[in-house]
Antibody, heavy 122, light 107 residues
Framework: QVTLRESGPALVKPTQTLTLTCTFS??????????VSWIRQPPGKALEWLAR???????YYITSLKTRLTISKDTSKNQVVLTMTNMDPVDTATYYC??????????????WGQGTLVTVSS | DIQMTQSPSSLSASVGDRVTITCRAS??????LNWYQQKPGKAPKFLIF???SLQSGVPSRFSGSGSGTDFTLTITSLQPEDFATYYC?????????FGGGTKVEIK
């Protein structure tokens, strides 16, 4: 059974660094063609993909936030961590982690965490 | 970056109706197109990959079509549990992007 769960602070102040942890079970991110992505959704708005880390430790980021994001994995703990620096109120959103499954060259988010709401406010 | 545009942004329909949602890519993405369903307060649910392939367990009233830049999600005979917001997402290359969403509401 595949599960993912996000954890991190519910409230951060502007300019602070956000650290979110995705703890998962039922799969391994060291398995070929298995990845984990982070996706966010501001209140009432659309989904926005942020970053992905692959089984071979390759990392990919959204262009607009590339300088502020870092994704990493701890395979011994079955965790993927996302850090976002210099937080701003516009970064207020529900942050999801999702398993990225590969079928040949196709990939998709087949399992999602429940999401964690992060509010940026002083 | 590839931009994904969905239309309409919302629609009203009745149970039993046939509903079609359109997604357009800013450049050709072949058939590297996924669809998701999201209900209020919940994480998205994966429906379709490779533009036309239904995820296991997804009802057959859902179908996808298209290739290149233009894609559609069709729901034949809309059911009460289908009222939700639907998102397309390309996986042609990174960065990955989603469409703006289409909210399907009860008429």
């Amino acid at each position: 059974q595949v599960t993912l769960r996000e954890s991190g602070p519910a409230l951060v102040k502007p300019t602070q660094t956000l650290t979110l942890t995705c703890t998962f079970s039922g799969f391994s991110v060291t398995t070929s063609e298995m990845s984990v992505s982070w996706i966010r959704q501001p209140p009432g708005k659309a989904l926005e993909w942020l970053a992905r880390i692959d089984w071979n430790d390759d990392k990919y980021y959204i262009t607009s936030l590339k300088t502020r994001l870092t994704i990493s994995k701890d395979t011994s703990k079955n965790q993927v961590v996302l850090t976002m620096t210099n937080m701003d109120p516009v970064d207020t959103a529900t942050y999801y982690c999702a398993r990225t499954f590969w079928s040949g060259y196709y990939n998709y988010f087949d399992y999602w965490g429940q999401g964690t709401l992060v509010t940026v406010s002083s | 970056d590839i931009q994904m545009t969905q239309s309409p942004s919302s629609l009203s329909a009745s149970v039993g109706d046939r509903v079609t949602i359109t997604c357009r890519a800013s450049q050709s993405i072949s058939n590297y197109l996924n669809w998701y369903q999201q209900k209020p307060g919940k994480a998205p649910k994966f429906l379709i990959f490779a533009a036309t392939s239904l995820q296991s367990g997804v009802p057959s009233r859902f179908s996808g079509s298209g290739s290149g830049t233009d894609f559609t999600l069709t729901i034949t005979s809309l059911q009460p549990e289908d009222f939700a917001t639907y998102y397309c997402q390309h996986n042609y290359r990174t960065p990955l992007t989603f469409g703006g969403g289409t909210k399907v509401e009860i008429k």
